[in-house]
């Protein structure tokens, strides 16, 4: 936890605003929309050095494993290119802005990295 933070003040806070920066230019373009979603979803990890994948947790209920959640069905891609072209890369924008803002307080950590987990959710509505 204190190199991820001593990472953050040192290098992932500049290291991220320009990654992003990267990554929001790469989803203006068809061909680089791919590439900038990918950025994106790893920008998180740019700025706090957080893993990219954590093990799931495993419940018991009476002896028996928990019942595993369906994740919820996948927008048309219609739809979602619709939305991307429409509203999905400004609201991503200012998400992008806000959350690194956030990141930029001690307090807003937390806040802001959340709202960065989700910019690939709101800019183009894949789930990840």
Do not use: Q
């Not at 990219?52 to 048309?76: F, I, Q, S, W």
């Not at 690194?100 to 894949?126: D, E, F, H, Q, S």
């Amino acid at each position: 936890m204190l190199l991820r933070a001593i990472w953050f003040l040192v290098l992932g806070w500049w290291f991220g605003a320009i990654w992003a920066a990267l990554a929001y230019l790469f989803c203006l373009s068809i061909i680089g929309l791919p590439i900038g979603v990918l950025m994106l979803n790893r920008l998180p990890r740019v700025l706090t050095l957080k893993p990219l994948e954590t093990e799931p947790m495993h419940t018991m209920r009476e002896g028996k494993p928990a019942t595993v959640e369906v994740p919820a069905e996948e927008y048309p891609f219609i739809l979602r290119a619709l939305w991307f072209f429409v509203l999905g890369w400004e609201i991503a924008g200012f998400a992008l802005i806000i959350g690194y803002l956030l990141c930029l307080t001690i307090l807003g950590i937390p806040a802001g990295l959340w709202i960065l987990n989700r910019v690939p959710l709101v800019m183009t509505l894949k789930r990840a």
